[in-house]
C-alpha cells in the first residue's frame, strides 16, 4: 500500500532552525504536501512539491527529492507558536485521487 | 469566504446508538474527504466525494459506516451501532477540484465524537 514515513517528535530552540524528514512509497508518486495542525485545531495547508528541489515560503521551506524518494519541512527562525504538528501528505496519482497522510511530527520549540 | 464547517462540534453518544455528522463544504469546492483522527495520531481517510459520487469509500473501516453528499454540497457521514473504538475527532476537508495534492485541501474544525 502507500505509506509514508515521518519522525514521530522533534524539539528544538527558539530561534533556531528545524528539519521535518518525510519519506514515501515510489508508486505512482505524484507530489508532496505539508500541513500545520495545532493541538485542537483543524490541518491548514502549508505547501506542495510536485517537482525536485526547494520551494520557500517565509520562513518555511519545503524540498522534494523524487530520486531519493525522500522530502522534507524546514522551518527558520523558529517561533513557540511553531509548536505543532506537522503532516506530510502525498498524492499518488496527480488525478482525482485521495491524499494519504503522514503520521504526524510533534515539533515542540522550547525557549 | 465562509471555510468548512462542521456540526456538531462535539458528540457523546451511548455504544450503540446511530450518529450522524455533518459537513457544509467551501462553495464551489466540487471535492470532498471525510478523515478520522485518534488522539495523537495522523489522519485517517475514510472516503471521497467527486460532486455527490465517491469515486474511493476504500477508507471506511466497516460497513457500519457510510457516507452522502447531496447537491454536490452538504455531506453527512453515518455511524450505526457506534463501538467505543469510534471514538475520535471527524474531520472533514474540501478542495476547489480533487486533483490530488495539486489541490489545496481547507478543513473544518471537526467532529469529535466519544462513545460512551
Known amino acids: 500500500g502507500q505509506s509514508l514515513e515521518q519522525p514521530s517528535e522533534v524539539t528544538a530552540v527558539e530561534g533556531a532552525i528545524v528539519q521535518i524528514n518525510c519519506t514515501y512509497q515510489?508508486?505512482?508518486?505524484?507530489?508532496l504536501s505539508w500541513y500545520q495542525q495545532h493541538d485542537g485545531g483543524a490541518p491548514t495547508f502549508l505547501s506542495y512539491?510536485?517537482?525536485?528541489g526547494l520551494e520557500e515560503t517565509g520562513r518555511f521551506s519545503s524540498f522534494l527529492s523524487r530520486s531519493d524518494s525522500y522530502g522534507y519541512l524546514l522551518l527558520q527562525e523558529l517561533q513557540m507558536k511553531d509548536s505543532a504538528s506537522y503532516f506530510c501528505a502525498a498524492d499518488f496519482s496527480g488525478g482525482y485521487q485521495k491524499v494519504t497522510f503522514g503520521t504526524g511530527t510533534k515539533l515542540q520549540v522550547i525557549p | 469566504g465562509a471555510g468548512v464547517s462542521q456540526s456538531p462540534s462535539n458528540k457523546v453518544t451511548e455504544k450503540g446508538k446511530d450518529v450522524e455528522l455533518r459537513c457544509d463544504p467551501i462553495?464551489?469546492?466540487?471535492?470532498l474527504y471525510w478523515y478520522r483522527q485518534s488522539l495523537g495520531q495522523g489522519l485517517e481517510f475514510l472516503i471521497y466525494f467527486q460532486g455527490n459520487s465517491a469515486p474511493d469509500k476504500s477508507g471506511l473501516p466497516s460497513d457500519r459506516f457510510s457516507a452522502e453528499r447531496t447537491g454536490g454540497s452538504v455531506s453527512t457521514l453515518t455511524i450505526q451501532r457506534t463501538q467505543q473504538e469510534d471514538s475520535a475527532v471527524y474531520l472533514c476537508?474540501?478542495?476547489?477540484?480533487?486533483?490530488?495534492?495539486?489541490?489545496?485541501?481547507?478543513f473544518g474544525p471537526g467532529t469529535r465524537l466519544t462513545v460512551l
Open positions: 476537508a474540501s478542495s476547489y477540484s480533487g486533483r490530488g495534492g495539486t489541490d489545496t485541501q481547507y
Open positions: 512539491n510536485a517537482l525536485d
Open positions: 515510489t508508486s505512482g508518486f505524484y507530489g
Open positions: 462553495s464551489g469546492h466540487t471535492a
